[in-house]
T-cell receptor
Framework: AQKVTQAQTEISVVEKEDVTLDCVYE???????LFWYKQPPSGELVFLIR??????QNEISGRYSWNFQKSTSSFNFTITASQVVDSAVYFCALTRGYQKVTFGTGTKLQVIP | ETGVTQTPRHLVMGMTNKKSLKCEQH?????MYWYKQSAKKPLELMFVYNFKEQTENNSVPSRFSPECPNSSHLFLHLHTLQPEDSALYLC?????????????FGPGTRLLVL
């Protein structure tokens, strides 16, 4: 069975602060894929990143960065210099090939101006 | 044009009503999905269609009836729903059904069952 845990239910930060959203996953497979999605109040899940289990290289995209560590089964997401537009619910997800995607319960991020 | 569209965006229905949710994808994808999102719960996969054929029914009650006439359109027919069915229903599509394929989501239909 596979599982995704996002222990942080809600986080509030002041604008321009850095914030890290945690994601811990469980799987017995050696090949798997990890995702992060953003869900703004409008409801649509917006794809942010996909990572396969063989690529542990960290990735940076503008103010967003992701830290993938297989040793701790974590795929954490950091927003640098947060902005009000970053306020949303963020979901981490896991899948292994032909299996359905398992989503975490989400972390609600509120950025206060 | 937005990749995945859903109509209506909001729906209120009584338990005896019959309604349908519509999803359309403009991405040329072959797989489409229905998810249910309830408060404080992970997204629940309901149905998967690949090349118009249903490939997964995740033990969904029969009061939810999907229909996929072609790879671009997906419907969810609703009848005799219960108040606990109130939720955000999200449609998604992907190029194929392989798990590593990225799923792209629509804005959802927020359903309230009275």
């Amino acid at each position: 069975a596979q599982k995704v845990t996002q222990a942080q239910t809600e986080i509030s930060v002041v604008e321009k602060e850095d914030v890290t959203l945690d994601c811990v996953y469980e799987t017995r497979d050696t090949t798997y894929y990890l995702f992060w999605y953003k869900q703004p109040p409008s409801g649509e899940l917006v794809f942010l990143i996909r990572r396969n289990s063989f690529d542990e290289q960290n990735e940076i995209s503008g103010r967003y960065s992701w830290n993938f560590q297989k040793s701790t089964s974590s795929f954490n997401f950091t927003i640098t210099a947060s902005q009000v537009v970053d306020s949303a619910v963020y979901f981490c997800a896991l899948t292994r090939g032909y299996q359905k995607v398992t989503f975490g319960t989400g972390t609600k991020l509120q950025v206060i101006p | 044009e937005t990749g995945v569209t859903q109509t209506p965006r909001h729906l209120v229905m009584g338990m005896t009503n019959k309604k349908s949710l519509k999803c359309e994808q403009h991405l040329g994808h072959n797989a489409m999905y229905w998810y249910k999102q309830s408060a404080k719960k992970p997204l629940e996969l309901m149905f998967v269609y690949n090349f118009k054929e249903q490939t997964e029914n995740n033990s969904v009650p029969s009061r939810f009836s999907p229909e996929c006439p072609n790879s671009s359109h997906l419907f969810l027919h609703l009848h005799t729903l219960q108040p606990e069915d109130s939720a955000l229903y999200l449609c998604a599509s992907s190029q194929g059904q392989q798990g590593q394929e990225t799923q792209y989501f629509g804005p959802g239909t927020r359903l309230l069952v009275l």
